[in-house]
């Protein structure tokens, strides 16, 4: 066409009629480098968050624990109302009653006698008779058996024989040789007596209970993905070798987990649960590439992780086909602006012990074990304006997977039959759940379970 200046708009269009900017080397690369790299971060804000989380849970559980630990008894578990005093601190034995007769001659008949160790003098008040038992009062001093010898000899020799008549006025004739008994005066510890309990008043109780079996139910949000390793010898041909496109395009999905398990508790610290749970994981793809099939009308198949989807077209919304689906003349690929959300669900039987790190009112437990499931459903779904729509898998699964669990738990008894508990666990596919080997694909998830518990 002759250029026009009236009509400036129609010759540039017919100017370039059929005209298509090649886009630079390298752009599609600098795209999806971009793209990965604003995922990575949003994993490491999460993954950071979640172990922030963690550690101020154990934080808070360490304080609690040390904050109610009270001095409630001695060294060696000694009650200290047991602990008795030494010889040294006895209190000195009262006199016996017979000895009020010789108060009298008391200031007489009493000599001063230095000690042999430390020179120091003691006062005995004593009686002599016709019998062979002297009783004495103990000299408290270094040496009491050479003190005590001493005294009885000079205080013999000293009593003169007035004295001594009447003295044994008062005492029965030698024909009755009887003595009478005169109960030893009663020796009293201090400390005989229990102590008052200073136990603080805040400190919690500690709830003991002898039940052997328990039944409980839980229910947990859980955070699902999945690990995968590329056989690139036995991949099918429409099948992408590179595990960086998978890693890039695939994402973790939020989904749920609960049931109900019996507990037996095979001594103070070992318990072993079992029961049903029912799980659901998965992944979803959030950048879905497709490419037409060959000699098939509106058929559309998509390379993931668990193998390739089958898309028909003409069984899709025509709104979703004409805002959400565009062709590219280029390349010949097909993108669609939708996620497709892949999800097996399996009925689980764990299998699990657990030990006993804290039991007290507030306790904390560690858990361990295996968690066989059978897989119940497997859907792969476009949602589109509320609405499901259900898509094709052509790989094959096996209908059994064994997870291994691990958790570290807390728990509070409310009674000594009620607790309610709250329970991290972490579980990982021992095995791959792909028939086709050429892709293993092994499911794993993090999960916050939170329970009641009731005690038989």
């Known amino acids: 066409m002759q250029y026009d200046p009236k009509n400036l708009d129609q010759y540039f269009a017919e100017s370039l009629n059929g005209f298509r900017q090649k886009p630079p080397d390298g752009t599609w690369q600098r795209l999806e480098a971009d793209l990965l790299a604003a995922r990575r971060h949003r994993r490491l804000i999460l993954y950071r968050w979640t172990a922030a989380a963690a550690m101020l849970l154990i934080a808070l559980a360490a304080a609690f624990y040390f904050t109610t630990i009270t001095p409630d008894h001695q060294p060696g578990d000694q009650p200290l109302s047991q602990v008795q005093a030494p010889a040294t601190c006895q209190p000195p034995i009262p006199a016996a009653p017979e000895n009020d007769i010789l108060q009298n001659i008391t200031q007489e008949s009493t000599p001063t006698i230095p000690s042999p160790s430390t020179g120091q003098t003691a006062e005995m008040i004593t009686r002599t008779t016709g019998q062979s038992d002297v009783p004495s009062v103990p000299v408290p001093t270094g040496e009491p058996e050479i003190a005590e010898t001493l005294v009885t000899d000079e205080i013999q020799k000293e009593v003169t024989p007035s004295e001594d008549a009447e003295i044994d006025a008062a005492q029965p004739s030698p024909g009755d040789n009887h003595v009478p008994d005169i109960p030893e005066p009663e020796q009293k510890n201090i400390l005989t007596k229990p102590l008052t309990d200073f136990t603080f008043q805040d400190q919690p109780e500690v709830i003991k209970t002898n039940s052997r079996w328990s039944i409980g139910g839980s ?230 379970f939170t329970g009641i518990r009731y005690s038989f």
């Open 219 to 448: 229910f947990a949000p859980v955070y699902a993905y999945r690990s995968i390793r590329i056989d690139a010898e036995e991949l099918p041909p429409d099948v992408n070798p590179d595990i960086n496109y998978y890693n890039s395009s695939e994402e973790p999905v939020y989904s749920y987990s609960g049931g109900v398990d019996v507990a037996v508790n095979m001594s103070d610290k070992w318990q072993f649960r079992t029961g049903l749970y029912l799980s659901s994981l998965g992944h979803s793809n959030q950048e879905v590439t497709a490419y037409e099939a060959e000699g098939v009308k509106d058929l559309l198949k998509v390379s993931s992780s668990t193998g390739v989807i089958r898309i028909t077209t003409s069984k899709l919304p025509e709104d979703f086909v004409d805002n959400s689906v565009r062709r590219d003349s280029i390349t010949d690929a097909v993108y669609i602006n939708s996620s497709i959300r892949q999800s097996f669900t399996y009925l689980e039987l764990p299998l699990l012990v657990r030990y006993a790190l804290l039991d007290r009112r507030f306790g904390l437990n560690l858990t361990g074990g295996f968690s066989p499931g059978i897989m119940t459903n497997y859907q792969a779904q476009f949602t589109y304006e509320g609405e499901r729509i259900d898509l094709d898998n052509e790989s094959d699964f096996y209908s059994m997977i064994l997870n291994s669990q691990v958790g570290l738990g807390i728990n509070y008894k409310i009674t000594g039959s009620l607790t309610l508990s709250l329970d991290p666990a972490f579980k990982y596919s021992l095995n791959s759940i792909r028939k086709d080997h050429s892709i293993e694909y092994h499911p794993y998830s993090i999960s916050v």
